[in-house]
């Protein structure tokens, strides 16, 4: 399998694989998270525009892995980083952060950052695991308890 990522446009026929494989990989959260993840409003055209807005990278063909990279300021925002479920424990996921690291040194950005429930615990050791350490906690609108924990990763 090759694990040099490679990025998908806008326009790219592969953009429907890559909102499965989304799908599939979020899938068991559904009942876990409150409220329920963006992903449930995610189509095609908007993923469409979120690729040709940001950076939408995955290893594999069809994709296996994916990460959308968003330039927020003074950070590189990580989205919807994800591997799929037969894949994982492979160093998929750490492959794309390595890969996340080297856009934040092009593009001048000190630091990594991406968000997790406050549900899913396994997803803080894994990130933790990665190198990332808690910054923040968030609520989604509505709700008075912290819903979402930020969570950044110094790039060298």
Request: proline residues 6%; glycine residues 8%.
């Amino acid at each position: 399998m090759e694990l040099t990522p490679r990025r998908i446009s806008g326009g790219s026929p592969h953009l429907g694989d890559v909102l499965h494989l989304m799908r599939d990989c979020f899938a068991y959260m559904e009942g876990r998270i409150d409220p329920p993840s963006s992903l449930g409003q995610t189509t095609l055209p908007s993923l469409q525009a979120t690729a040709d807005r940001d950076e939408i990278w995955v290893i594999g063909a069809p994709p296996l892995a994916c990460v959308v990279l968003s330039v927020k300021p003074a950070v590189l925002y990580l989205g919807k980083l994800c591997v799929a479920p037969s894949h994982q424990r492979l160093g998929l996921a750490r492959h794309l952060i390595t890969h996340a690291e080297s856009r934040a040194r092009a593009l001048h950005l000190g630091q990594l950052e991406l968000q997790t429930r406050v549900e899913l615990l396994d997803n803080h050791a894994t990130f933790r695991a990665l190198g990332f350490h808690e910054y923040a906690r968030t609520a989604h609108a509505g709700f008075d308890r912290p819903t979402s924990i930020t969570l950044r990763k110094t790039v060298s």
